[in-house]
């Protein structure tokens, strides 16, 4: 519009008046109204060229990313850029803007205490015997597997993520839980 503007007034300032009233914003600079003014009699039109920026991650690449993660959802992009030999930014940027994932993190949610060792013992044969009894027993219970024990009884949960479309920890999704 600015090109079109200066042929009509053939003043810079006049058009970047006639910007900063139509927008409501600042306008652009003598530079910037100029250049699109030698692009457009260079080329008969304003768009860009094709410039020599960063090139966009391609399909085959994002389809090796979201075939990654969906292996192993809480591999860190660092060790995917190492793994893929890409750079871990474009590994989060296709995670995060390409396959519209979010980085979730691991939550405590119940602790174990020593004394509860026998009880879940008890659980688990009383759960077997009952299982021994109706073989469809375990269709009527609900199993999470979004807990995370490790053997020193520590889960660091700092740098542990789960990539997913939907928050694991969401309690209100679909009526599941």
Partial sequence: MCV???FETKSVITTQRRFRTTYKKDPPSDNSIRRW???FQETGRNLHRKGAGRPSTSQENVDRIQETFTRCPRKSTR???VQLH???????????????????KV???????????PRRFQFAEQIL????????????????????????EKVNKHNCRIWSSENPHDLSRNGKR
Wanted: charged content about 20%; aromatic content about 14%.
């Fill in 4 to 6: 079109l503007w200066f």
């Fill in 86 to 104: 890409m750079q871990h930014t474009t590994i989060w940027n296709v995670l995060h803007n390409r396959l519209n994932l979010n980085a979730y």
């Fill in 79 to 81: 060790q995917a850029a």
């Fill in 37 to 39: 003014l030698t692009r």
């Fill in 107 to 117: 939550q405590i949610v119940q602790a174990l205490h020593p004394n509860d060792k």
């Fill in 129 to 152: 015997t009952r299982i021994e009894d109706d073989e469809n027993y375990l269709r009527k219970w609900f199993f999470s597997d979004e807990s995370t024990f490790h053997v020193s």
